[in-house]
């Protein structure tokens, strides 16, 4: 085989190498990812209790499960304790996220 075709396998190989990394990290990690908003319905909520937490840290962590109005994946986020008890399952609102981060909801009554 010649030298330029394996120089040119390895160099695509790199490239497709780098194009997975990124696609990786802004899509399952949520790295530089846009704010978007999107109409949900809270499914359900949950606690969890940390069991070895330190003294300054919250001894929960609280969840949500949501689904797209519109359709689409389910999802889960994390949030505060203040949002946590603030929203009940079946709340329809606007959804604010970065990548896999929430940001904030804001409840309405939707349109049937």
Request: glycine residues 6%; contains cysteine.
């Amino acid at each position: 085989m010649p030298i330029t075709a394996m120089l040119f396998l390895i160099a695509l190989a790199v490239v497709a190498g780098c194009y997975w990394i990124s696609s990786y990290k802004k899509h399952s990690l949520g790295l530089n990812a846009k704010e978007r908003s999107i109409e949900i319905r809270i499914l359900d909520k949950q606690a969890v209790t940390i069991e070895h937490s330190e003294q300054h840290e919250d001894p929960e962590q609280y969840w949500i499960y949501v689904e797209p109005l519109c359709g689409g994946p389910k999802r889960e986020f994390q949030v505060g304790i203040h949002y946590y008890h603030a929203i009940q399952a079946q709340d329809c609102g606007l959804l604010t996220y970065k990548g896999l981060h929430f940001l904030h909801f804001s409840k309405f009554q939707p349109i049937r």
